[in-house]
């Protein structure tokens, strides 16, 4: 056990990482899982705060000085059963928080310069150990109940809707169009930041705990919500934001330029052998690759384009390095990996060249006044465009919420951005316009990051069992 001086006389480990040359050329985690005696030791770091800021800054709100203290006891499944209580994915959280602008960005030891507690290593840690020891949630108390409800959408909000709804005793059926759970942790996030066996596993978890999963199966295609809304007490939708942004500029059809998501996803599928017939992933082997973006998606495009064997990468994006709205850790991850950053630069147009390669046209920016978001906007420098020749371009603009064709009929709202109309203040949390129907994570936020998800579909299953008296 440690001492209340721990943080002074141990420094801050987040585990060690592989180092860039080993693994620029391979698709696995690039995190090494924290030993026991150093995942206690970290814990013991934590002060005990009486009012801890991490558990406010973090989304789903995390008891994390208690899971924390329940480590450094060496008390394990305890730990597990703690970071259950509160997060349906702990183990994914772990992985892929941006923890420095969450919970250990609020850390108190951040402000005395001792660096985090290193709280997503730790929670990572919890769940994966304890599953190798045979840890497995204990659904001995649940009282069984004779309700029913079909969850839309094997994602992060999803999933941690059904993971409530099965431990109240409600019978969760989770229908996906894709052939794996995990939505964009397995259709999206590459595995040199969140393994795939790692979204199985909580695959086995959950069918263990009794909730079902219907893949390769489209509402609106193969079945009609309304056979769903017949056939069950209540719907979940977790449908996620797939709609891609265009830059709208000149050349963004031209070949060779590429949508972010299909060239990661398709990436994906290659590496687990799952890729349709007649599809191929696009090699950047050789290639000198633009990466056109600043978020999460541009610098997992930039880090699979190296893994790939690319000649060259440029990220290119219009604000400063300090405004990037990517995780930081990811950022410093991929310069290692020898990604080239061009900061305060906005593509204005691509080119075909006479020699077949592409020129994308960049110019400098300025950052101007905060807009009503305290974002500063990027200004451009007139006169100062310059052309980078290269052989693809990958536009990482981000995603919107698109309306399906069948929400009208089923009389479900949108704003007029796309985003379903559900909060935490509707009658039920997370109700829609139609009392039967409740939805959550990035379909009705907009596209965020997978803890926010989580939040919301667990609200949502909240809002579920109200409604149907479970509670
Ligand atoms: P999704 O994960 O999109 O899941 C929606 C699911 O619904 C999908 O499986 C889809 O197939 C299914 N679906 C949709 N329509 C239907 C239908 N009609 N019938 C059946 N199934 C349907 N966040 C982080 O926190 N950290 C990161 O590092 C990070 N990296 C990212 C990298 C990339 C490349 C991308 C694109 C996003 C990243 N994000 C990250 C964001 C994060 O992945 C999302 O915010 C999160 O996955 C949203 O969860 P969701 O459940 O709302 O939607
Ligand atoms: Fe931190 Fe995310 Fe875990 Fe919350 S869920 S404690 S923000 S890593």
Known sequence: MSDVFQFMKLSRNPGEKVEAAVRKIEFKEIYQPLHQVDAAEQAGRCLSCGNPYCEWECPVHNYIPNWLKLVDEGKLFEAAEMSHKTNSLPEICGRVCPQDRLCEGACTLNQGGFGAVTIGSIEKYITDEAYKAGWRPDMSKVIWSDKKVAVIGAGPAGLACADVLVRNGVKPVVYDRYEEIGGLLTFGIPEFKLEKA??????????????????????????????????????????????????????????????????????????????????????????????????????????????????????????????????????????????????????????????????????????????????????????????????????????????????????????????????????????????????????????????????????????????????
């Open 198 to 471: 790692v979204v199985q596993r909580r695959r086995e978890i959950m069918q263990g705990m009794g909730v079902e999963f219907v893949l390769n199966t489209e509402i609106g295609k193969d079945i009609e919500i309304e056979a769903l809304l017949e056939q069950y007490d209540a719907v979940f939708m977790g449908m996620g934001a797939y709609k891609y942004m265009k830059g709208g500029f000149a050349g963004e059809d031209l070949p060779g330029v590429l949508e972010a998501l299909p060239y990661l996803v398709n990436n994906v599928r290659q590496c687990m052998e799952t890729l349709p017939a007649g599809e191929a992933a696009v090699s950047m082997a050789g290639k000198r690759v633009v990466v056109l973006g600043g978020g999460d998606t541009a610098m997992d495009c930039n880090r699979t384009a190296i893994r790939q064997g690319a000649k060259r990468v440029t990220c290119a994006y219009r604000r400063d390095e300090a405004n990037m709205p990517g995780s930081k850790r990811e950022v410093a991850n991929a310069k290692e990996e020898g990604v080239e950053f061009r900061w305060n630069s906005q593509p204005v147009g691509i080119e075909q060249l006479p020699n077949g390669a592409l020129a994308v046209i960049l110019a400098e920016t300025r950052l101007g006044e905060p807009d009503a978001k305290g974002r500063r906007n990027a200004e451009i420098v007139a006169g100062s465009e310059e052309r980078i020749e290269c052989d693809h371009v990958i536009i990482a603009f981000g995603f919107q919420v698109e309306a399906a064709s069948w929400f009208d009929r089923a009389g479900i709202s949108s704003q007029p951005n796309g985003r379903t109309i559900a909060s935490e203040k509707s009658k039920f949390k997370y109700q829609t316009s139609h009392a039967k129907i409740f939805a959550g994570g990035d379909q009705v936020r907009g596209a965020d990051l997978v803890v926010r998800a989580v939040f919301e579909g667990r609200q949502a299953a909240e809002g579920m069992l109200s409604y149907l008296q479970v509670w």
